[in-house]
């Protein structure tokens, strides 16, 4: 089990930029991926970036182009860096640990951190 600590969110104006943090309590080198979820209010919480120890990216359709999703291994963390904000990014961001066991995947996630795209 891993703890995760997020920061970096906040109020921003269309079009412009944020970049989340996500800090891990131990090292991150062998967790399978991390990666970037949000949820906005009355909606599900949704995939937004992950990236795999081996260095694999996958992102939702929704943010391609715009989010970029990159690890520290020596200071155990992950980014976010979100370009091009719209209102629709509004959300709270989870940042997630997923480590496959053989009893199957286990996750940690982190308490969330606010971003807010308005004007």
Sequence with gaps: ?????????GLVQP????????????????INAMGW??????????????????????YADSVKGRFTISRDNTINTVY????????????????NARQIYAAGPYDSWGQGTQVTVSS
């Design 15 to 30: 079009g412009g930029s944020l970049r989340l943090s996500c800090v891990a309590s131990r090292s991150i080198f062998s």
């Design 37 to 58: 979820y949000r949820q906005a209010p009355g909606k599900e919480r949704e995939l937004v970036a992950t990236l795999t120890s081996g260095g694999f990216r996958n």
């Design 1 to 9: 089990q891993v703890q995760l600590v997020e920061s970096g969110g």
């Design 80 to 95: 976010l860096q979100m370009n091009s904000l719209k209102p629709e990014d509004t959300a709270v961001y989870y940042c």
